[in-house]
């Protein structure tokens, strides 16, 4: 079995199997991977980390493409991380348009991976963004998250990166209505696809004036110190790639604009939620998983208990058996053997 610095030691050599396995570690949450992450860690934030979000048959997968080839001539090298769901039936991913990206696979500049969203084990915005993290280390310039469907897991994850790209098109009917409450909240650049088609200028105009009505601070602007406008970019990713130019050139004013505020402190607001859902899992493993709490909340719930008066004597049982005192054991003067429960 290799050890998570043998493994740090190839990925940071440029050894590409080596890329491959450590993101499958992420993606199973294998004991492993910790290890691994704290090796690679200082490699960590040099790549710019783009998502890509929206409803099902938008085009994504077509304007990732057209976007990929635009950033190789410019001389970037590209990390794709392609979330699929899983069928329930076959278990496999639904791959879809994303066969369209296939050429790319024999340029030395690109590497695709594709997460079946179901079989990621914990939290999926947690697998994604350390797989993001691998291939940030491993040295990719450029990182892009595309996510098939527009639900709270897809927008978990995009919210990771630093400059959130929603894409729509004409035609989608009250599914787009419904997002436009929403999307104004994670987008930093909003494209409408297939712009040749009816309806694409009337879409466009209809996301400009819910950008300049909505006036509020964004989740993602807390760590800024000024509001960033969504700009609303037209493409048409097949054929000549119409818009591509504009929607990189959005891409990049997002960037600087966010150097130019705080970019460190956006990153650091954004790895705060990292610790919150790491912390989460590790909760959520420890109260319910096999040796978890359920029988002892099944027992509870018979002697005519409330699940608020379960859910505090669990709680309480958890931090007694953390500490040694209960919740009313007051400020606890913390020795160097607590630190290592």
């Not at 990189?248 to 790895?271: C, F, G, I, T």
């Amino acid at each position: 079995m290799q050890s998570a610095s043998e493994m740090a030691e190839r990925l940071l050599a440029g050894d590409r199997a080596a890329l491959a396995r450590s993101i499958s570690w992420a993606e199973n949450a294998d004991p492993r991977y910790p290890g691994l992450l704290g090796s690679i860690y200082p490699r960590v934030g040099k790549a710019w980390r783009i998502g890509i979000t929206g409803p099902p048959g938008a085009g994504k997968s077509t304007l990732t493409n057209a976007l990929v080839a635009h950033l190789r001539e410019r001389g970037e090298t590209v990390g794709i991380l392609a979330i699929d769901p899983s069928s329930p039936f076959s278990g496999g991913a639904l791959l879809g348009d994303r066969i369209r990206m296939e050429e790319r696979t024999a340029d030395p500049g690109v590497y695709i991976r594709s997460m079946a969203s179901r079989k990621s084990h914990g939290g999926l915005a947690r697998a994604a963004t350390d797989a993001c993290d691998v291939m940030d280390a491993f040295g990719f310039s450029t990182i892009l998250m595309e996510t098939v469907g527009v639900g709270q897991s897809e927008y978990d994850v995009v919210a990771a990166a630093d400059t959130v790209v929603v894409v729509m098109c004409p035609g989608a009917g009250d599914g787009i209505q419904a997002m436009k409450a929403g999307i104004l909240e994670v987008a930093d650049v909003l494209v409408v696809n297939k712009s040749d088609l009816d309806g694409a200028d009337r879409l466009a105009l209809d996301l400009e004036d819910a950008v300049r009505m909505r006036d509020i601070r964004r989740p993602r602007d807390l760590a800024a110190s000024a509001r960033w406008a969504p700009p609303v970019v037209s493409t048409s990713a097949t054929g000549a790639g119409d818009g591509i130019d504009a929607l990189l050139e959005a891409v990049d004013a997002h960037r600087a604009w966010l150097e130019a505020a705080d970019l460190e402190a956006s990153r650091r607001h954004r790895r705060v939620d990292q610790v919150r859902r790491v912390v989460g899992e590790r909760l959520e493993e420890e109260l319910w998983g096999p040796r978890g709490k359920r029988e002892q909340a099944e027992t509870l719930l018979g002697n005519s208990k409330t699940p608020y008066d379960v859910a505090e004597e669990i709680l309480n049982s958890v931090l007694e058996s953390r500490t040694g005192a209960g919740p009313d054991a007051g400020d606890r003067t913390s020795t160097p053997g607590d630190a290592s429960r």
